[in-house]
Structure formats: C-alpha cells, structure tokens
C-alpha cells in the first residue's frame, strides 16, 4: 500500500499563492502518475494537474497559468504551487497516485480563498 500525506492547506486571500505538497511513502518512480485534484461543495472531483513518471504534465484549462505541478524524487513528494488563486479555487484538495493496479488517495486539504 502507498501512503500519501498532503500539507500546506489554509485560508489565503484573492491574489494570494499557496504550496500544496504530498509526500508519498514510495519512491515516486513507482507510480505511473501522480496528481492533484479538488472538490468543491456540490461539486464533482476534478483533477487540475498530473505528473508523469518521464515528467510530463497536464493542467486542466481552469487552473493553467496560474497552478504547477512539480516534483523532488528525493523526497518522494510532489508539488502544486498555486498562484493568483481566486474564490472559485475554494475547495478540498487531494494528492492521487496511480500505483498500476490501485489508485492511492490523500487525506485532503482545505484551500479557502477570500474575495
């Protein structure tokens, strides 16, 4: 099993950045992809970016230009750095890991944006 722990949630007013990180209790080289998602009340879960295992990532158009995916492998954890975050980025957010045959979870942080 792959634990996954995500830090760096809060209040931030609008304009304001913030650093998600999860760290993962594998080496990130393991898993097909990593990814962060949100859910807003009322709303289904979306996935805003994705990193792959050569590198490659992928952002939902809602969040391109403002959000970014990264990694550090030595640390085995992943990043989204959110940048000029607005009210609608109001939501839980989670770390996803395709591990092949299972798909791992985070626990979820809060992002809550003032206006």
């Known amino acids: 099993q792959v634990q996954l722990v995500e830090s760096g949630g809060g209040l931030v007013q609008a304009g304001g950045s913030l650093r998600l990180s999860c760290a993962a209790s594998v080496n990130i080289y393991s898993l097909t992809t990593m990814g962060w998602y949100r859910q807003a009340p009322g709303k289904q879960r979306e996935l805003m970016a994705s990193?792959?295992?050569?590198?490659?990532?992928n952002y939902a158009d809602s969040v391109k230009g403002r959000f970014t995916i990264s990694r550090d492998s030595a640390k085995n954890t992943v990043y989204l750095q959110m940048n000029s975050l607005k009210p609608e980025d109001t939501a839980v957010y989670f770390c996803g890991a395709d591990g092949y045959s299972l798909y791992y979870w985070g626990q979820g942080t809060q992002i809550a944006v003032s206006s």
């Open positions: 990193i792959t295992k050569d590198g490659t990532t």
